[in-house]
């Protein structure tokens, strides 16, 4: 899986936030919605423009991200 297929950044779409590719969603916005309680069925019932595929594969890559044997590398990449 590319995560670019689902998420973008550009310096003209909110700044350069990390949106849902093709919308102007922040990622974050899921987040902070899973993180109150929200579901992921609300969250999309409140995002439209966001299919669940988008969601279901952003969060599947932050699973792994957050996984993976070399989240020291990935630590030296964001620091």
Do not use: C
């Amino acid at each position: 899986m590319d995560i670019r297929d689902f998420i973008s950044a550009d310096k003209d779409t909110l700044s350069g936030q990390t949106v849902f590719k093709g919308t102007r969603v922040p990622v974050e916005s899921m987040f902070d919605h899973l993180e109150a309680g929200i579901p992921l069925n609300e969250f999309l019932e409140d995002f439209p423009t966001v299919s669940k595929e988008q969601a279901i594969a952003v969060l599947e890559w932050a699973n792994k991200t957050l996984n993976t044997k070399t989240l020291d590398a990935y630590y030296a990449t964001v620091a």
